[in-house]
């Protein structure tokens, strides 16, 4: 299966927090997530990046050579002067479509000019977040042709639910990963204060919402699955109080 890089540079991660009328009011993880739905869809694989740094940008692109089919990129401000990004996406010889979510066209004349537009397979902006869908349709439509017949086939209903809950998984893994490091963090923090490790109020508060947001037929699991989660990420902290 090939693989879709999308690629955002510096202050798209603010998405959410700057001017909405440029660049809508969803955050990058939005963003991200409505790629990987696509990407779904397309019956092709989607890898999500963003950096602030050019130079993380430009190692990114070197890495892609050989292993991504396709980039769908938004260089933020780097597009309109680096001269780094623009070499390094002629030399990967991978398709890049450049993506901006504002009409870059219409708006301060600094932002006129894309150095990288000469090196990108088409630019598409003024868009918002389709521009970045649209881009990833013309990539499978004109650069994936060859195996369009055994891989890029249309995604039948199963193997899209499927896709979608393998998503999901990968998703709450990542998730999970990252409340246990965020209790690890905690643990350290009420250690040195010496709070007490359990917020029984706190915990009886996220049991309550954990059933509340689910179906009625639901909500015990629901709330069977958080305490099992708290209980975790309370050994955890244990574990760290007593160890610091
Ligand atoms: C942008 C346009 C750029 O001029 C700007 O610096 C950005 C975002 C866009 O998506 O519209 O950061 O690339």
């Known amino acids: 299966m090939k693989t879709i890089l999308i690629m955002n540079g510096p202050n798209l991660s603010m998405l959410g927090k700057r001017d909405p009328k440029h660049y809508g009011s969803g955050t990058l993880q939005d963003l991200e997530q409505a790629c990987i739905c696509k990407g779904i869809e397309l019956g092709v694989e989607v890898q999500c990046f963003q950096s602030e740094s050019e130079s993380a940008i430009v190692s990114k692109l070197h890495r892609s050579m050989g292993k991504i089919g396709g980039i769908v990129l938004n260089a933020g401000a780097y597009t309109h002067y680096s001269i780094a990004i623009r070499d390094a996406i002629e030399l990967i010889h991978i398709p890049v479509m450049e ?71 990968r998703q709450m893994i990542r998730l999970f990963e990252q409340r246990m490091k965020h209790a690890d963090r905690i643990a350290r923090i009420k250690a040195k204060s010496g709070t007490a490790i359990l917020a029984t109020n706190r915990e009886q508060e996220i049991l309550e919402k954990a059933g509340g947001s689910v179906d009625e037929e639901y909500a015990e699991y629901a709330r069977q699955w958080m305490q099992e989660t708290m209980r975790l990420s309370r050994e955890r902290q244990s574990e760290v109080n007593t160890k610091e």
Do not use: W
């Open 99 to 169: 993506v901006h979510l504002s009409d870059i066209h219409n708006r301060e004349s600094f932002r006129n000019q894309s150095v990288i537009e000469a090196v990108c397979a088409r630019q598409y902006c003024g868009m918002g977040v389709k521009g970045y869908l649209l881009a990833m349709e013309d990539l499978v439509k004109e650069y994936f042709k060859e195996d369009a017949d055994t891989v890029a086939a249309p995604a039948d209903e199963l193997s899209v639910e499927r896709a979608a809950i393998d998503e999901i998984d």
